[in-house]
Nanobody
Framework: QVQLVESGGGSVQAGGSLSLSCTASGDIFSISIMGWYRQAPGSQRELVATASKIGRQNYADFVKGRFTISRDNAKNTVYLQMNSLKPEDTAVYYC?????????????????WGRGTQVTVSS
């Protein structure tokens, strides 16, 4: 079993930056891919970015060039640096781990989730 604890987030004006972090504990040896999803009110949870244990990264098109995911395997932590934030980036951001296979874009293919952290971008 894996526990994920997120930190960071908050409120910022459009064009600003925020950073998120997520630390895993528990059965960390089962973690190959960690990532970030987000969910806005009335919307489905959607993939933001993922990072594998060997450094392979994957981004949703809507964050390419603005967000950067990184991972510190020694600290069992994944980070998300968010720059040039837009009001449409407003959502609850969730850390995900324990990928069971299939499409990364499918939230159901991750077994462990953090509680989420709110990101609000005002215009």
């Amino acid at each position: 079993q894996v526990q994920l604890v997120e930190s960071g987030g908050g409120s910022v004006q459009a064009g600003g930056s925020l950073s998120l972090s997520c630390t895993a504990s528990g059965d960390i040896f089962s973690i190959s891919i960690m990532g970030w999803y987000r969910q806005a009110p009335g919307s489905q949870r959607e993939l933001v970015a993922t990072a594998s244990k060997i450094g392979r990264q994957n981004y949703a098109d809507f964050v390419k060039g603005r967000f950067t995911i990184s991972r510190d395997n020694a600290k069992n932590t994944v980070y998300l640096q968010m720059n040039s934030l837009k009001p449409e980036d407003t959502a609850v951001y969730y850390c995900a781990a324990e990928f069971i296979g299939g499409m990364l874009e499918r939230a159901a293919n991750f077994r462990s989730w953090g509680r989420g952290t709110q990101v609000t971008v005002s215009s």
